[in-house]
């Protein structure tokens, strides 16, 4: 078949014959895609009938189905026992394992995990799960397929656990005596072998010791080496279940003697288990029998059980230290040889010569031996006690160079997941490694960076305190090329796919204020968190940059700088022609009201983000409106009084002029959070107001008395003259009439002065919305609009008309209750008792 191609196309006649077969071909080769579709008769015996309930289509499907429907019923075993558990166990249970002496492999599976989680949800009781799945369990462990007999055994040791001892030793220990004979199988004596050692924590020392022990040495003594490696590997369970004493006496001599078995896979189980016992063991156990053992292994491994060199440089560690007490100054050093020798393997050395003086290795060979530097790389921080941390740069220095300059990237990424450890052992001496600490940031894999920024935050600050509490300025020298291995970091992360690597690295990269001086930040660092919001394409990395950024800005006390920082924030985020950019604006003030004072964002951000409102794009005016009652918290009364009336004049505008329906959803929400939402008060400046106001009003009423004795005396001397002079006259009636008529004007005023401040200059409102409940009348610039909502529904109507604003409520707090207004009315109070007082004395 030729290629079929787009460029060049020759469409001449003896060509297009041959086109015409390249597609006849490929029908060809859809045509057994479309014969595998199901047939009329096929679809009509899978349809089941609507009508059935759960329980009866369960049966039915399990009698008469095929095989993909029984396997669903039995999926959704723990849906029916949730839901109608007495007809599940009486219909369904019975017909399920009918089916399992005949089913197939994912079946059987499926019905080992389904069995399994009925038994972790708790669907019934232990007695009656017992009394029905148990033997169900039991009859299938043994199955000819390995992969289904181990499914069913992990599902019969977590039943264990649960079950009760009678039922445990009735059901499953008794029957295990005939299980684990060497006439039963292969399979059968495998799973008496696991089932013995779950058993051991089960039971009291007495019942093992008479009912189990016996079983343990029968089948150490396999003749199958398969038995012998799986009851080895279970010897350190039963040793826990029966103390140490018995320890001593029955299971450390199997351990001594499967230690010399023929096959490799029973001794390396022997040297395991003995590890893992190390501390069951007294000083006596460990010099005469396991230190004997442990040399014996460390000198065959090289020559003739290679098998068990990735083992035991993986237990290394834990056996150097569990042995510690134990060794002479010979043997110490014996192991640490042999540790740096295993650490090296595989590798070319200095003076050209393979370590083994291998000339080719197979690639078998060389997956073992990354594996044993992998696993020295592992216990590094192990050995590091062993050697005593005083002794590092002596002893262990260039092990440590070298696994860190490994050529496989396994190998350097467990030194650096392992880093911040062996930090913390160096203590003071840490400084030791700042080199190596350079070497894994420039390192060419994500993951060994990856795994080395998981503490770089801890590793930094050990690595400039020195263990010591040096000043900040001291800090600087501390690790050399320290800020171009964090730039060049960052760099190779953000050209990388990897966008979790470089998230992670951002996020850490926001504790450099604390290891560095901000002029660095600023130059090095900060710029580059403002260039990854604006240009990066993956939002968890915007905001990691973000928050970064702001905590970048929080530490740093150069007023030019900030400046500077959050004019760009506001400019090219705020005011960003990219929608995008003003979502990220958003986000950044999320982070500054989080990590900065309420009063610098009230300085710098206030208002920026409420002129976010009229922005043309939906989905930044619906993130305002999520974020309004977090700007509303920074809020301070009496000082922010005029933002608060800023943000109140915001939502209206919003009720009333907002068209997309969905933001006007959010817009309601707000609103009543906010409602809900009390803003906190500046208790020292409203006493300091308080007492302005104080010292004014006395000032205010001496004056007032002091005019009112001065009015009354000339008005007396008046009166006199007036009574002399002109007796009889009409000119004191009308006097009266007018003084009357100027108390009224007066009244008047004073009712229309007595309208709140605040909602006398509000602008138009000219979209209708549709609500019903609370009610708010506004009214200015020409028009009136009647804002009225409940907790989940708003109606505005805006009507033309002129007059003064008035704001009522039927409930007992206004739209933002504050103590902004508790402190308008108080003065509001204060202002006409003055003004009654004022119209009194004129009186």
């Not at 350097?412 to 160096?426: D, G, N, P, W």
């Not at 050209?495 to 470089?502: A, D, F, M, V």
């Not at 000339?714 to 009409?730: D, T, Y």
């Not at 509001?828 to 119209?839: A, D, L, T, V, Y």
């Amino acid at each position: 078949m030729r290629p079929l191609t787009c460029s060049r196309m020759d469409f001449s006649q003896s060509n297009l014959f041959g086109y015409i077969e390249d597609l006849q071909e490929l029908t060809i080769i859809e045509r057994p895609v479309r014969r595998s579709l199901k047939t009329p008769e096929e679809i009509e015996r899978l349809t089941v009938d609507e009508e059935l309930s759960d329980i009866e289509r369960a049966v039915y499907l399990l009698s008469s189905g095929q095989d993909i429907q029984g396997t669903s019923v039995v999926a959704n075993l723990p849906i029916l026992m949730r839901q109608n558990p007495a007809e599940t166990l009486r219909r369904v249970l019975p017909k399920i394992r009918e089916v399992l002496h005949v089913a197939g492999v994912e079946m059987q599976l499926t019905a080992a995990v389904s069995f399994l989680t009925v038994l972790q949800e708790e669907s019934v009781s232990i007695h009656t799960y017992s009394h029905s799945f148990l033997h169900i369990i039991l009859q299938n462990l043994e199955h000819r397929d390995a992969g289904v007999s181990n499914a069913w055994l992990e599902t019969l040791l977590a039943v264990i656990e649960a079950l009760p001892k009678e039922t445990v030793r009735h059901e499953i220990l008794n029957p295990l005596v005939s299980k684990a004979q060497l006439s039963q199988t292969l399979q059968s004596r495998l799973v008496s072998c696991k089932i013995m050692g779950k058993v051991a924590n089960k039971f009291e020392v007495h019942i093992i010791k008479r009912e189990v022990l016996p079983l343990v040495k029968s089948l150490c003594q396999d003749v199958e080496y398969e038995v012998r490696t799986c009851m080895c590997r279970q010897l350190e369970h039963i040793a826990r279940g029966i103390g140490t004493e018995l320890t001593k006496t029955v299971v450390l001599p199997e351990l001594v003697e499967l230690a010399r078995d023929e096959g490799s896979s029973v001794r390396l189980a022997a040297f395991e288990t003995l590890v893992n016992l190390l501390d069951m063991f007294d000083g006596d156990d460990r010099s005469q029998t396991v230190l004997p053992l442990v040399k014996s292994f460390c000198e065959k491994s090289f020559k003739a059980d290679e098998s068990i060199l990735v083992s035991l440089s993986f237990h290394l560690g834990k056996l150097c230290n569990g042995l510690y007490g134990i060794f002479t100054p010979e043997q110490h050093l014996r192991f640490l040889e042999f540790y740096k020798k295993l650490s090296t393997l595989g590798l070319q050395q200095e003076n050209g010569h393979n370590d083994n003086q291998l000339q080719l290795q197979t690639l078998e060979q060389e997956k073992k031996y990354i594996s044993v530097r992998k696993n020295c790389a592992y216990n590094f921080p192990a050995m590091i006690v062993f050697v005593d941390p005083k002794n590092f740069h002596l002893e262990l220095y260039s092990i440590f160079f070298c696994l860190c300059h490994d050529p496989e990237v396994p190998v350097r990424y467990t030194m650096a997941v392992s880093f911040f450890e062996v930090a913390k052992l160096l203590n003071s001496d840490v400084y030791t490694i700042h080199k190596e600490l350079v070497t894994l940031l420039q390192d060419e894999s994500l993951e060994v960076l990856d795994a080395l920024v998981g503490h770089l935050p801890e590793i930094l600050e050990l690595m400039t305190n020195r263990g010591e509490n040096n000043g900040s300025e001291s800090k600087l020298f501390s690790i050399p090329d320290l800020i171009p291995a964090l730039t060049a970091a960052e760099q190779r992360a953000a050209t990388s796919l990897k966008w979790r690597t470089h998230e992670k690295l951002l996020q850490k990269y926001a504790c450099l204020p604390h290891i560095i001086s901000s002029d660095q930040i600023y130059y090095r660092f900060l710029h580059r968190m403002l260039t990854i919001i604006l240009t990066n394409n993956v939002l968890p990395v915007q905001k990691a940059a973000a928050r970064t950024l702001c905590v970048y800005l929080r530490y740093n006390r150069k007023q030019e700088q900030r400046h500077e920082v959050i004019q760009k924030l506001i400019e090219q985020l705020g005011q960003g022609k990219s929608y995008w950019n003003r979502l990220r604006f958003l986000d950044t003030c999320e982070f500054i009201i989080e990590l900065f004072s309420k009063s610098f964002f009230c300085k710098y951000f206030f208002l920026p983000v409420l002129e976010l409102t009229h922005d043309p794009v939906a989905n930044v005016r619906m993130k305002l409106c999520y974020l309004l009652p977090k700007v509303k918290s920074t809020l301070k009364i009496p000082t922010d009084k005029h933002l608060l009336q800023q943000l109140e004049l915001c939502i209206r505008q919003l009720l009333c002029q907002e068209k997309d329906k969905d933001v006007l959803t959010i817009v309601k929400r707000t609103v009543l959070e906010l409602d809900r939402m009390e803003v906190s008060v500046d208790a020292e400046q409203l006493e300091k107001e308080k007492q302005e106001n104080e010292g004014r009003s006395t000032n205010i009423n001496d004056k007032i008395f002091e005019k009112k004795r001065r009015d009354s005396k000339a008005s007396s001397v008046m009166a006199k003259s007036i009574n002399l002079s002109v007796p009889g006259s009409s000119f004191g009636t009308s006097a009266r009439k007018e003084e009357k008529k100027s108390k009224l004007v007066r009244s008047q005023s004073f009712s229309t002065q007595a309208l709140h401040p605040k909602y006398s200059n509000i602008e138009k409102c000219p979209n209708k919305n549709s609500a019903t409940g609370y009610t708010t009348s506004i009214s200015g610039m020409g028009k009136s609009c009647m804002l009225s909502f409940s907790d989940d529904s708003f109606r505005t109507h805006c009507t033309g008309g002129g007059g003064n604003a008035a704001f009522s409520s039927s409930s007992s707090h206004n739209l933002f209750s504050s103590a902004d207004q508790k402190n308008n009315g108080h003065k509001e109070g204060q202002s006409r008792r003055m003004s009654m007082k004022n119209r009194k004395s004129n009186s």
